[in-house]
C-alpha cells in the first residue's frame, strides 16, 4: 500500500484545511515529521487511520477526538486520503459524527457521521482526482457511499484489518525497546498486546472451565444411572438379593452384564402380564353372552307394557271424540268471522276521523275570520277550486315577504354604520398628527448620523497598527522565551560541565588507581611464580634447576580478580566521562542556539518589551471593537432611518385611501336610507311589513291543509263502508252482531286450539306405537306378562355373576400391566442413562486430554501453555525476520535469539538474547548500548510488520512510519540511524520518521512541520 495525498479540513489541532503531498515527500525515499511535542503530528497518523477505518490508530483512544474544537459548529471536519494498492488508486473521504446548530429554533442537532469511497480509473487521472476537492471530476468512479460499504471496500482494497494496518505503517518502535528490557511477566503482556494472543489465554480458561463440567457431568450421568437403577428394582420388585447383583453392576459400570440381567426381570414381569391379560379376555366374553340373554329378557317384556299402554290410549281416545269435533267446528268460525270484524272496527274509526275533519276546519276558519276574511271567503267560492285559491294567496304573501328580507338586514345595520364611519373621522385626525411627527423625526437623523461617522473613523485610525502590534507582541514572545530558555540552559549547561569534569576526574583517579594495581602486580609476581617451583625443576624465568633464594608473597599483594575490576570500573568511567562531554557538547550547542534566538535581551528585558507589546495590542484590538461596533451602530442607524422613511410614506398613502374611503362610505349610506324610507311604507319598518306578509302566507297554508285533510278523511270513510259491506255478504253472516258474537275470546281460542292439536299428537302416537317392530303381534295378557318378568329375573342374575368375574380378572390384568409398563419404562430410563454414563464418559475423556494439554498439566510434551507455546511460535518468527533487518542494520554483528534455558525462560520460553558476533558472546538486552537498542528493536518492529503482511495475504506496505524513538541517541548513532533507515527506503518504500529531535533536520531533506500558535491552534507546512 502507497499513501499519494491527505487532505484535512477541521481535524484535531487544524481549525482550517491542510493537505500533504507524500509522493513529492517521498521522492528520496525519507521524510521527516517534525514538532514539538503536543503540536499534533500524530493528529495526521490518527487522520489516515480514521480516513480507510473509521477509528484513530491507538485502540485505547477515542475516535471524538479527530474533530477540531476549533472548527466553525456548523460546518463538518472531513478526511480526504488517496492511496494505491494492488487492486489499484482509490480515494476515501470521511466525516465523524458532531453537534451542530438547529436550522430552526435554538439548541444543536446531531449531524451523522459520513463515509464516501472513489475509485481512479488511472495514474494519468491522479492529478485531477487530487485537485478536485469535491470528488466529482472525471476519471473517478464511486464505488461505495455508506459506512459499513466503505469499511467492506477499505478492507477489501488494503487486505488489512485495523490492528494489522496499525502494526505494519506505524511501527510500534517505543514498544519493542520496552520489550528488550521487560521483565519475563512483562515480556508476556507486551507480546499479548502486540500479537493479539488474548484469544489462546481464554480458550484455556474455557478447556478448563470445560474440564471441570466434564467432571461434573460424568458425576452428573452416573448419578442418574443409580437413580434409574432404583426406579427399575421398585418397579418389577425385585427381592434383595436379585437387586443387590444390579446395583453391584452399576457401582462398578459393568453396563452390559447390568443390561442382561434388567432384560431377564423385565421379560419375567412381561410374561406374568401376558397372562392375566388372556384371563380378562376370557371372563369378558361370558359377561357379553350373558349381558345379550338379559337384554333379550328385557325387550320381551318391555314390548308387552308397551302394546298395553297403547291399548290404553286408543280406549281414551274414542271417549273423547264427540267433544274435540264441537272444538274445531267453533274454530272454523271464529276463523271467518276475524277478518269481517276487523274491516267493521276500521270502517267506524274512519267515519270518526271524518267527523273530527269538518270541525277542525270550521274551527280553522272561524280563528282566521278576524285577521284575514277575504281568505276565509275562498272555502265558499264556486267559480274557482277553495285550495287552489289558497294555494295562491300563501304564494303571494310568501314572495312579498322575500322580497323584503334584504331590506330588513339593511335596515338593522344602518345605526351601526354610522357609527363607523363617526369612528374613522376620529381615527383619521389621529394618524395625520401621527405623520406629522414622523416628518419632523426623519429632519433631525442626518446629523446624527454624521456624529457616529465621525467616532467610527477615530477609532479606525487608532485600530490601524493592530497588525504590527501584533507583530511585534510576537517576536517580543519568542525573545522572551528564548532569553528564559537560554538562562535555564545555562544552568544545564553548568550541571553538564560539571558532571563532565567530574566524571573525567573519577575516571583519572580509576585510571590511577588500575596502574598502580597492575604495578604491585608486578611487583608480586615473582612471590606467584617461586610458590609454583619445585626442586630439581626448571624456573620458568631463567630456567635454572636450583632455587637458592624464591621470593615470598608481600602483604600489599594484588591478584589478579583486583586488577580485572579495577580495569572494568575504569572503562566504566571512561564511558561514563563521553557520555557526560557528549550531553555537554549537545547543551553548549542547545545554549548558542538559544542565545542567538535571543539576541541581546535578557530575561527582564524582553519581559518588559512583551508587556509593551502587550499593552499597545491590547489598545488597537479594543479601537478594532470600538471601530466595528460603531460600524454596526452605522449599519443599524441606516436601517432605522430607511426603516422610518418607508413607514412614513406608507402612512401618508394610507390616509390619503382612507380620506377617499370615508367620502364613499358616506355616499353610500344617504342612498341606502332613501331606499328605506321608499320601501317602508305606511310601516313602522321593514321587519313588520315583512312580518305581516308572512302572517297571511301562514294563514293561507292552513286552510289549505284543513280543507285536503277533510277531503282525504271522508273518501276514506266511504272506501271502508263499501270495503265491509262486501265482507260481511261474502261471510254468510247475517250482520255486524253476528260476525262479533262468532270471534272467540283469546283464552277461549287457546283452549280450543290446544285441545284439538293434543288429539292429533295422541293419534299419532297410537298409529306410531301400533307400527313398531312386533308390537302389533304381542301378547298383552297377564300370564304373559309375568312369565317375561320371571325370564328377566333370572338373566339378569347371571350377567351380575359374570360381571363380577370380569371386573376381578380386569383388575389382576390391569395391575400386572401396570407393573409391566413401570417396568419397562424403568428399563428405557435404565438404558438411556447407561448410554448417558458411557457417552459422558468418553466425551469428558477427550477434554480432559485437550485441557491437560493446553493448560501444561499432561505428562507428555514440553507442558507448556497454550498462549505460551503460541507466543513463543510467533516470537520465534518475528525473530526469523527481524534478523534479516539486524544483520543490514549492524552489519551482521549482532543477531537476536529466543532464550529457552537461561533466567528463569523454561517457565515461559520468552526471554531474548543477543548473540554479539564480534566477541562471539551471548548478551542480554540490557547491556545493549542505546545505538544497539535502537537497531535491535527497530528490527523487532519491521519483522513484525513482515509477519502480519504475509498473514495478510503478503500485502506489501510501501509508505512507513516509525514513531519516535530517536531522542536518546547521541548525533554519531543517529547519523547512522538515519543512515541505515535510508537503506530501506532504497527498496521502493517510503519512510516517515515522526520526531521532535532538532538534529534530525540537518540529515533528511523532506519535512512536515507542525507548530501550535499561541492560540493553541497548529499549522503545518513542507519542505520538499
Same mark, same amino acid.
Given at each position: 500500500?502507497?499513501?499519494?495525498?491527505?487532505?484535512?479540513?477541521?481535524?484535531?489541532?487544524?481549525?482550517?484545511?491542510?493537505?500533504?503531498?507524500?509522493?513529492?515527500?517521498?521522492?528520496?525515499?525519507?521524510?521527516? &515529521?517534525?514538532?514539538?511535542?503536543?503540536? %499534533?503530528?500524530?493528529?495526521?497518523?490518527?487522520?489516515?487511520?480514521?480516513?480507510?477505518?473509521?477509528?484513530?490508530?491507538?485502540?485505547?483512544?477515542?475516535?471524538?477526538?479527530?474533530?477540531?474544537?476549533?472548527?466553525?459548529?456548523? /460546518?463538518?471536519?472531513?478526511?480526504?486520503?488517496?492511496?494505491?494498492?494492488?487492486?489499484?488508486?482509490?480515494?476515501?473521504?470521511?466525516?465523524?459524527?458532531?453537534?451542530?446548530?438547529?436550522?430552526?429554533?435554538?439548541?444543536?442537532?446531531?449531524?451523522?457521521?459520513?463515509? +464516501?469511497?472513489?475509485?481512479? %480509473?488511472?495514474?494519468?487521472?491522479?492529478?485531477?482526482?487530487?485537485?478536485?476537492?469535491?470528488?466529482?471530476?472525471?476519471?473517478?468512479?464511486?464505488?461505495?457511499?455508506?459506512?459499513?460499504?466503505?469499511? $467492506? /471496500?477499505?478492507?477489501?482494497?488494503?487486505?488489512?484489518?485495523?490492528?494489522?494496518?496499525?502494526?505494519?505503517?506505524?511501527?510500534?518502535?517505543?514498544?519493542?525497546?520496552?520489550?528488550?528490557?521487560?521483565?519475563?511477566?512483562?515480556?508476556?503482556? !507486551?507480546?499479548?498486546?502486540?500479537? %493479539?494472543?488474548?484469544?489462546?489465554?481464554?480458550?484455556?480458561?474455557?478447556?478448563?472451565?470445560?474440564?471441570?463440567?466434564?467432571?461434573?457431568?460424568?458425576?452428573?450421568?452416573?448419578?442418574?444411572?443409580? #437413580?434409574?437403577?432404583?426406579?427399575?428394582?421398585?418397579?418389577?420388585?425385585?427381592?434383595?438379593?436379585?437387586?443387590?447383583?444390579?446395583?453391584?453392576?452399576?457401582?462398578?459400570?459393568?453396563?452390559?452384564?447390568?443390561?442382561?440381567?434388567?432384560?431377564?426381570?423385565?421379560?419375567?414381569?412381561?410374561?406374568?402380564?401376558?397372562?392375566?391379560?388372556?384371563?380378562?379376555?376370557?371372563?369378558?366374553?361370558?359377561?357379553?353372552?350373558?349381558?345379550?340373554?338379559?337384554?333379550?329378557?328385557?325387550?320381551?317384556?318391555?314390548?308387552?307394557?308397551?302394546?298395553? =299402554?297403547? *291399548?290404553?290410549?286408543?280406549?281414551?281416545?274414542?271417549?273423547?271424540?264427540?267433544?274435540?269435533?264441537?272444538?274445531?267446528?267453533?274454530?272454523?268460525?271464529?276463523?271467518?268471522?276475524?277478518?269481517?270484524?276487523?274491516?267493521?272496527? $276500521?270502517?267506524?274509526?274512519?267515519?270518526?276521523?271524518?267527523?273530527?275533519?269538518?270541525?277542525?276546519?270550521?274551527?280553522?276558519?272561524?280563528?282566521?275570520?278576524?285577521?284575514?276574511?277575504?281568505?276565509? *271567503?275562498?272555502?265558499?267560492?264556486?267559480?274557482?277550486?277553495?285550495?287552489?285559491?289558497? =294555494?295562491?294567496?300563501?304564494?303571494?304573501?310568501?314572495?312579498?315577504?322575500?322580497?323584503?328580507?334584504?331590506?330588513?338586514?339593511?335596515?338593522?345595520?344602518?345605526?351601526?354604520?354610522?357609527?363607523?364611519?363617526?369612528?374613522?373621522?376620529?381615527?383619521?385626525?389621529?394618524?395625520?398628527?401621527?405623520?406629522?411627527?414622523?416628518?419632523?423625526?426623519?429632519?433631525?437623523?442626518?446629523?446624527?448620523?454624521?456624529? &457616529?461617522?465621525?467616532?467610527?473613523?477615530?477609532?479606525?485610525?487608532?485600530?490601524?497598527?493592530?497588525?504590527?502590534?501584533?507583530?511585534?507582541?510576537?517576536?517580543?514572545? *519568542?525573545?522572551?522565551?528564548?532569553?528564559?530558555?537560554?538562562?535555564?540552559?545555562?544552568?544545564?549547561?553548568?550541571?553538564?560541565?560539571?558532571?563532565?569534569?567530574? @566524571?573525567?576526574?573519577?575516571?583519572?583517579?580509576?585510571?590511577?588507581?588500575?596502574?598502580?594495581?597492575?604495578?604491585?602486580?608486578?611487583?608480586?609476581?615473582?612471590?606467584?611464580?617461586?610458590?609454583?617451583?619445585?626442586?630439581?625443576?626448571?624456573?620458568?624465568?631463567?630456567?635454572?634447576?636450583?632455587?637458592?633464594?624464591?621470593?615470598?608473597?608481600?602483604?600489599? #599483594?594484588?591478584?589478579?580478580?583486583?586488577?580485572?575490576?579495577?580495569?572494568?570500573?575504569?572503562?566504566?568511567?571512561?564511558?561514563?566521562?563521553?557520555?557526560?562531554?557528549?550531553?555537554?557538547?549537545?547543551?553548549?550547542?542547545?545554549?548558542?542556539?538559544?542565545?542567538?534566538?535571543?539576541?541581546?535581551?535578557?530575561?527582564?528585558?524582553?519581559?518588559?518589551?512583551?508587556?509593551?507589546?502587550?499593552?499597545?495590542?491590547?489598545?488597537?484590538?479594543?479601537?478594532?471593537?470600538?471601530?466595528?461596533?460603531?460600524?454596526?451602530?452605522?449599519?443599524?442607524?441606516? @436601517?432605522?432611518? /430607511?426603516?422610518?422613511?418607508?413607514?412614513?410614506?406608507?402612512?401618508?398613502?394610507?390616509?390619503? $385611501?382612507?380620506?377617499?374611503?370615508?367620502?364613499?362610505?358616506?355616499?353610500?349610506?344617504?342612498?341606502?336610507?332613501?331606499?328605506?324610507?321608499?320601501?317602508?311604507? /305606511?310601516?313602522?319598518?321593514?321587519?313588520?311589513?315583512?312580518?305581516?306578509?308572512?302572517?297571511?302566507?301562514?294563514?293561507?297554508?292552513?286552510?289549505?291543509?284543513?280543507?285536503?285533510?277533510?277531503?282525504?278523511?271522508?273518501?276514506?270513510?266511504?272506501? +271502508?263502508?263499501?270495503?265491509?259491506?262486501?265482507?260481511?255478504?261474502?261471510?254468510?253472516?247475517?250482520?255486524?252482531?253476528?260476525?262479533?258474537?262468532?270471534?272467540?275470546?283469546?283464552?277461549?281460542?287457546?283452549?280450543?286450539? =290446544?285441545?284439538?292439536?293434543?288429539?292429533? !299428537?295422541?293419534?299419532?302416537?297410537?298409529?306410531?306405537?301400533?307400527?313398531?317392530?312386533?308390537?302389533?303381534?304381542?301378547?298383552?295378557?297377564?300370564?304373559?306378562?309375568?312369565?317375561? #318378568?320371571?325370564?328377566?329375573?333370572?338373566?339378569?342374575?347371571? +350377567?351380575?355373576?359374570?360381571?363380577?368375574?370380569?371386573?376381578? #380378572?380386569?383388575?389382576?390384568?390391569?395391575?400386572?400391566?401396570?407393573?409391566?409398563?413401570?417396568? %419397562?419404562?424403568?428399563?428405557?430410563? +435404565?438404558?438411556?442413562?447407561?448410554?448417558?454414563?458411557?457417552?459422558?464418559?468418553?466425551?469428558?475423556?477427550?477434554?480432559?486430554?485437550?485441557?491437560?494439554?493446553?493448560?501444561?498439566?499432561?505428562?507428555?510434551?514440553?507442558?507448556?501453555?497454550?498462549?505460551?507455546?503460541?507466543?513463543?511460535?510467533?516470537?520465534?518468527?518475528?525473530?526469523?525476520?527481524?534478523?534479516?533487518?539486524?544483520?543490514?542494520?549492524?552489519?551482521?554483528?549482532?543477531?537476536?535469539?529466543?532464550?529457552?534455558?537461561?533466567?528463569?525462560?523454561?517457565?515461559?520460553?520468552?526471554?531474548?538474547?543477543?548473540?554479539?558476533?564480534?566477541?562471539?558472546?551471548?548478551?542480554?538486552?540490557?547491556?545493549?548500548?542505546?545505538?544497539?537498542?535502537?537497531?535491535?528493536? &527497530?528490527?523487532?518492529?519491521?519483522?513484525?510488520?513482515?509477519? !502480519?503482511?504475509?498473514?495478510?495475504?503478503?500485502?506489501?506496505?510501501?509508505?512507513?512510519?516509525?514513531?519516535?524513538?530517536?531522542?536518546?541517541?547521541?548525533?554519531?548513532?543517529?547519523?547512522?540511524?538515519?543512515?541505515?533507515?535510508?537503506?530501506?527506503?532504497?527498496?521502493?518504500?517510503?519512510?516517515?520518521?515522526?520526531?521532535?529531535?532538532?538534529?534530525?533536520?540537518?540529515?533528511?531533506?523532506?519535512?512536515?512541520?507542525?507548530?501550535?500558535?499561541? *492560540?493553541?491552534?497548529?499549522?503545518?507546512?513542507?519542505?520538499?
Amino acid at each position: 500500500m502507497k499513501l499519494h495525498h491527505l487532505r484535512m479540513t477541521g481535524i484535531g489541532p487544524f481549525a482550517g484545511t491542510v493537505e500533504i503531498d507524500f509522493a513529492a515527500l517521498g521522492a528520496s525515499g525519507t521524510f521527516l &515529521l517534525e514538532g514539538p511535542t503536543g503540536s %499534533g503530528k500524530s493528529t495526521i497518523l490518527d487522520a489516515i487511520v480514521y480516513a480507510l477505518y473509521g477509528h484513530v490508530a491507538g485502540s485505547a483512544t477515542s475516535a471524538d477526538r479527530i474533530r477540531s474544537q476549533f472548527a466553525a459548529p456548523a /460546518e463538518p471536519s472531513v478526511v480526504d486520503l488517496v492511496f494505491e494498492t494492488s487492486s489499484g488508486l482509490h480515494r476515501v473521504r470521511r466525516s465523524p459524527e458532531f453537534q451542530r446548530p438547529k436550522l430552526r429554533g435554538t439548541g444543536t442537532t446531531k449531524e451523522q457521521a459520513k463515509a +464516501l469511497m472513489w475509485r481512479i %480509473g488511472s495514474p494519468q487521472a491522479l492529478s485531477a482526482a487530487i485537485a478536485d476537492a469535491a470528488g466529482s471530476g472525471d476519471g473517478s468512479e464511486v464505488i461505495a457511499s455508506r459506512i459499513d460499504e466503505v469499511g $467492506r /471496500e477499505v478492507r477489501r482494497a488494503v487486505g488489512l484489518t485495523r490492528e494489522q494496518f496499525t502494526q505494519t505503517v506505524l511501527l510500534p518502535q517505543n514498544e519493542f525497546a520496552r520489550f528488550l528490557r521487560a521483565g519475563t511477566g512483562e515480556r508476556q503482556q !507486551v507480546l499479548q498486546r502486540v500479537f %493479539g494472543t488474548e484469544t489462546y489465554a481464554a480458550v484455556e480458561k474455557q478447556l478448563e472451565e470445560m474440564r471441570r463440567q466434564a467432571r461434573r457431568q460424568v458425576d452428573a450421568a452416573q448419578q442418574t444411572l443409580a #437413580a434409574a437403577l432404583a426406579r427399575f428394582t421398585e418397579a418389577v420388585a425385585l427381592e434383595d438379593e436379585d437387586s443387590a447383583a444390579l446395583i453391584e453392576h452399576a457401582a462398578a459400570l459393568r453396563l452390559e452384564p447390568l443390561a442382561a440381567a434388567a432384560d431377564a426381570q423385565l421379560a419375567a414381569v412381561t410374561d406374568r402380564a401376558a397372562e392375566a391379560a388372556a384371563a380378562s379376555t376370557a371372563a369378558q366374553e361370558a359377561e357379553q353372552t350373558a349381558r345379550t340373554a338379559a337384554e333379550t329378557a328385557r325387550t320381551a317384556l318391555t314390548r308387552i307394557d308397551r302394546r298395553r =299402554a297403547l *291399548d290404553q290410549l286408543a280406549t281414551r281416545l274414542e271417549a273423547e271424540k264427540p267433544q274435540v269435533d264441537r272444538a274445531r267446528t267453533a274454530l272454523e268460525r271464529d276463523e271467518t268471522a276475524r277478518p269481517v270484524v276487523e274491516l267493521l272496527r $276500521r270502517r267506524d274509526t274512519a267515519s270518526e276521523a271524518a267527523a273530527r275533519a269538518v270541525e277542525q276546519l270550521t274551527a280553522r276558519a272561524e280563528e282566521t275570520r278576524p285577521a284575514h276574511p277575504d281568505l276565509v *271567503d275562498l272555502l265558499t267560492r264556486t267559480e274557482e277550486e277553495p285550495a287552489t285559491a289558497l =294555494a295562491a294567496a300563501a304564494e303571494e304573501a310568501t314572495g312579498a315577504a322575500g322580497a323584503l328580507e334584504d331590506l330588513v338586514d339593511l335596515e338593522a345595520a344602518l345605526p351601526s354604520r354610522e357609527r363607523a364611519l363617526v369612528g374613522r373621522r376620529e381615527a383619521l385626525a389621529a394618524r395625520e398628527r401621527e405623520l406629522e411627527s414622523a416628518t419632523t423625526a426623519l429632519a433631525e437623523r442626518p446629523g446624527q448620523r454624521t456624529a &457616529l461617522l465621525a467616532e467610527r473613523d477615530e477609532a479606525r485610525t487608532a485600530a490601524s497598527g493592530l497588525a504590527e502590534a501584533k507583530l511585534a507582541l510576537a517576536a517580543a514572545e *519568542d525573545a522572551h522565551r528564548a532569553a528564559t530558555a537560554a538562562a535555564a540552559q545555562e544552568r544545564a549547561v553548568a550541571q553538564a560541565r560539571t558532571a563532565a569534569e567530574e @566524571a573525567l576526574r573519577r575516571a583519572r583517579e580509576l585510571a590511577e588507581q588500575e596502574a598502580t594495581l597492575r604495578r604491585r602486580r608486578f611487583a608480586g609476581i615473582a612471590a606467584e611464580l617461586a610458590a609454583d617451583l619445585e626442586e630439581q625443576a626448571a624456573c620458568p624465568v631463567c630456567g635454572s634447576l636450583e632455587h637458592p633464594d624464591p621470593a615470598g608473597p608481600s602483604e600489599d #599483594a594484588v591478584g589478579p580478580e583486583q586488577v580485572e575490576a579495577a580495569e572494568t570500573a575504569r572503562r566504566t568511567a571512561e564511558q561514563q566521562q563521553s557520555r557526560t562531554e557528549s550531553e555537554l557538547a549537545v547543551a553548549r550547542e542547545k545554549l548558542e542556539r538559544l542565545r542567538e534566538q535571543a539576541g541581546e535581551h535578557t530575561p527582564e528585558t524582553a519581559r518588559a518589551e512583551v508587556e509593551s507589546a502587550t499593552a499597545a495590542v491590547t489598545a488597537a484590538t479594543d479601537a478594532a471593537a470600538r471601530a466595528e461596533d460603531r460600524e454596526t451602530q452605522l449599519s443599524t442607524f441606516d @436601517a432605522a432611518t /430607511e426603516k422610518a422613511t418607508r413607514a412614513k410614506e406608507e402612512l401618508a398613502l394610507a390616509l390619503a $385611501r382612507e380620506r377617499t374611503g370615508i367620502d364613499e362610505t358616506d355616499r353610500s349610506l344617504a342612498a341606502d336610507r332613501t331606499r328605506l324610507d321608499e320601501a317602508r311604507g /305606511e310601516d313602522d319598518s321593514i321587519a313588520a311589513r315583512r312580518r305581516a306578509h308572512t302572517a297571511r302566507a301562514r294563514a293561507a297554508t292552513a286552510l289549505r291543509e284543513a280543507l285536503r285533510t277533510r277531503a282525504d278523511a271522508e273518501q276514506r270513510a266511504a272506501e +271502508l263502508t263499501a270495503e265491509a259491506d262486501r265482507a260481511l255478504a261474502s261471510s254468510g253472516l247475517a250482520t255486524d252482531e253476528a260476525a262479533r258474537a262468532a270471534v272467540l275470546p283469546a283464552e277461549e281460542r287457546r283452549r280450543l286450539l =290446544a285441545a284439538v292439536q293434543q288429539r292429533a !299428537v295422541d293419534e299419532t302416537r297410537l298409529a306410531d306405537g301400533l307400527a313398531e317392530d312386533g308390537i302389533a303381534g304381542t301378547d298383552a295378557s297377564d300370564e304373559a306378562r309375568d312369565r317375561a #318378568a320371571s325370564a328377566l329375573a333370572a338373566a339378569e342374575e347371571r +350377567l351380575t355373576a359374570a360381571q363380577a368375574g370380569a371386573r376381578e #380378572a380386569a383388575g389382576i390384568a390391569a395391575q400386572r400391566r401396570g407393573i409391566a409398563e413401570r417396568a %419397562g419404562a424403568a428399563r428405557t430410563a +435404565l438404558a438411556a442413562a447407561s448410554a448417558e454414563v458411557r457417552t459422558v464418559s468418553e466425551d469428558a475423556g477427550v477434554v480432559v486430554r485437550v485441557a491437560d494439554l493446553a493448560t501444561g498439566r499432561s505428562a507428555d510434551g514440553d507442558r507448556v501453555q497454550l498462549s505460551t507455546y503460541v507466543l513463543m511460535w510467533r516470537l520465534d518468527a518475528v525473530i526469523e525476520a527481524a534478523n534479516t533487518r539486524l544483520a543490514l542494520f549492524s552489519g551482521s554483528d549482532l543477531e537476536l535469539q529466543r532464550d529457552t534455558g537461561a533466567r528463569g525462560a523454561r517457565k515461559t520460553g520468552l526471554d531474548l538474547l543477543v548473540l554479539d558476533r564480534r566477541t562471539d558472546q551471548v548478551r542480554v538486552p540490557e547491556t545493549l548500548s542505546g545505538g544497539e537498542t535502537f537497531f535491535v528493536s &527497530l528490527a523487532l518492529a519491521l519483522g513484525l510488520a513482515d509477519i !502480519v503482511t504475509g498473514e495478510a495475504g503478503g500485502v506489501r506496505m510501501e509508505t512507513l512510519f516509525i514513531d519516535e524513538g530517536f531522542g536518546s541517541l547521541d548525533p554519531e548513532t543517529l547519523e547512522t540511524v538515519v543512515r541505515e533507515i535510508g537503506r530501506l527506503a532504497e527498496a521502493g518504500r517510503t519512510i516517515g520518521i515522526v520526531s521532535h529531535v532538532g538534529d534530525m533536520k540537518a540529515q533528511i531533506a523532506e519535512q512536515i512541520h507542525v507548530r501550535r500558535g499561541a *492560540d493553541s491552534r497548529s499549522t503545518l507546512t513542507v519542505t520538499a
